[in-house]
């Protein structure tokens, strides 16, 4: 009896690495697989950063292609930001699905994140390998889903401390308690997820740059206003939400080449209006938002940044797929650079921190960013 019970748990454990490393080699594969088609297409071919006229028949053509693919192989979450609506069964077909849709979304120009795609394509990895190696366990299945989070989560940042703050969801995932067995399974897909995109050589979704971690009365005072203009923030992106909902809530809207066309415009719009700092994610732009900002000066940084909320409102809105962690933590960018304008010493993480804690209130109200 103890000898089956632990090799149950040796077999748990081995499913749990293999966990990791798929998730890890996904994470890569398709963050990989998007940034190179935006750089092929975006700025190799059409070099849209000098011929900014080229945005408008390129988002066209992309949008058309994704709304069509959404229309054919996931009619049932038409117009929702999440892929394939609910979450999907666990089989081969439908990680390949999510994956898919999410690639042409995202290249489309989408000022979304990759999180919502790359969610619920690691949970169907997870869950399908729970269902093929435990078909007669469903916590086995469940739980090797939340490790799945685990592992997404350290490849995004890198670091098996992120992984690991991520066990929350494993919680809400299995609906069990944080009992030591848990917290070593977490490890054991951080590290495992870790390690893999150190062998790949895989860099980090986003990238920061390094300050002073001392912190004074002053640093305080300005986390407490960055802690303000991120409630603020989400409370713009909310009432944006509520005001493109309108488009989307009339009658035509159910025909998907008129929505696609409607995206198209609406997005087309902002990107020309915003430039290039404002595309997609935001996550390659941080750091070139740093290097502008002297230049852009408080008025231009308040302009990139409303134009950008009005993009990821767009976007979310009106049927593209992705998710809002990673757009947001570019706003949490701009506004710690307005800050650093007139405090240079100010720690940008610190900033981070503080603009993502108001956007979290802001969304205890506002639903905004699930």
Known sequence: MLYTKAMKRVALFGAIVTVGVGVALTYYVFEAAVAHAIQLIWYDWLDTDTNRWLVIPLIFILTYIFFSLTHYLDPAGESGSHALGKMPKPSVANFV?????????????????????????????????????FTKSTFAVSFLAGMAMVALFTAFFHSVVVGMLSVALIRKQTKTRLMPLVILASLVAATSSYFTLKIVEAESYVSFPHYSWSIN????????????????????????????????????????WLRAFVASVGLIALYLLGGPLVEFTGNKSILPLLDQAADLGLWGLL??????????????????????????????????????????????????????????????????LA
């Open 97 to 133: 699905k999510v994956l898919l849709i999410g690639f042409c979304s995202l290249v489309a120009g989408a000022a979304l994140g990759p999180e919502a795609i790359l969610v619920p394509a690691s949970m169907v990895l997870g869950s399908y390998i729970g269902h093929r190696l």
């Open 303 to 368: 302009w990139v940044l409303g134009v950008k909320i009005a993009a990821i409102s767009w976007s979310k809105t009106i049927g593209y797929r992705g998710g809002m962690i990673f757009p947001t933590i570019f706003l949490a960018a701009g506004l710690t650079a307005i800050i650093q304008l007139y405090a240079s010493e100010f720690n940008f993480i610190y900033g981070i921190i503080a603009v993502l804690v108001g956007a979290f209130i802001a969304n205890r109200k506002t639903g905004i």
């Open 217 to 256: 009365l002053r640093t305080i005072l300005l986390a407490g206003v960055l802690i303000a203009a991120g409630y603020g923030a989400i409370i713009v992106m909310s009432k944006l939400h509520k005001i493109f909902s309108k488009v989307t809530q009339h009658r035509l809207m159910t025909m998907w």
